[in-house]
């Protein structure tokens, strides 16, 4: 997929992503208040589905790194996964089940993903963009909130990623090859 294009299936996303965001308010709401309880709900509503409207822009920051990258860095080792798991409906929370809050699964993963691109740029001394210094803290910030609603997923997440970086597809695959 060429750039261009790339940048309008992510555009597209984006705006899937705010209306759907709008039109599943009462299912979201309902699926937050039974996992938080009343109280939490209010709190973390707007900031859940702020990182779930960030995700494209997040996407799309990940693959400027990763053409820019060398084939060793996590950006090009994880990059096929990160779509192949944003773009399959069936995973630790599914969206056809769970509308909205089934994108928050795909949220970690890709700030995840997101914020490790970032520290191996850093750590390697390599220059970051000025909106990513935005969007690195932004992340950082709303993924605590995630892994406070969905620990579970969030934890396998983690362990998946770790296991990517290394090489070994296991956990991955049980995700997909239920």
Do not use: C
Not at 85 to 93: A, F, N, Q, R, V
């Amino acid at each position: 997929m060429s750039p261009k294009e790339e940048n309008s299936v992510l555009k597209a996303m984006k705006e899937q992503l705010k209306t759907l965001a709008e039109t599943d308010k009462e299912n979201f709401h309902i699926k937050l208040r039974t996992r938080v309880g009343k109280k939490a709900t209010g709190i973390l509503e707007e900031k859940l589905k702020e990182i779930i409207v960030l995700m494209p822009d997040l996407v799309s920051r990940v693959y400027l790194y990763w053409n820019r990258s060398d084939n060793k860095s996590k950006a090009k080792k994880i990059g096929g996964y990160l779509l192949t798991y944003l773009y399959t409906p069936e995973d630790l929370l599914s969206t056809k089940e769970w509308g909205l809050f089934g994108y928050l699964d795909d949220a970690y993963f890709v700030a995840k993903i997101y914020t490790q691109v970032i520290d191996e740029i850093n750590e390697a001394k390599g220059k970051v963009a000025g909106i990513d210094f935005k969007y690195y803290e932004k992340s950082k910030y709303l993924k605590k909130y995630v892994r406070g609603v969905i620990p579970k997923e969030a934890k396998k997440i983690d362990e998946m990623i770790l296991q990517l970086n290394e090489g070994n597809q296991k956990i991955y695959s049980e995700i997909f090859g239920k």
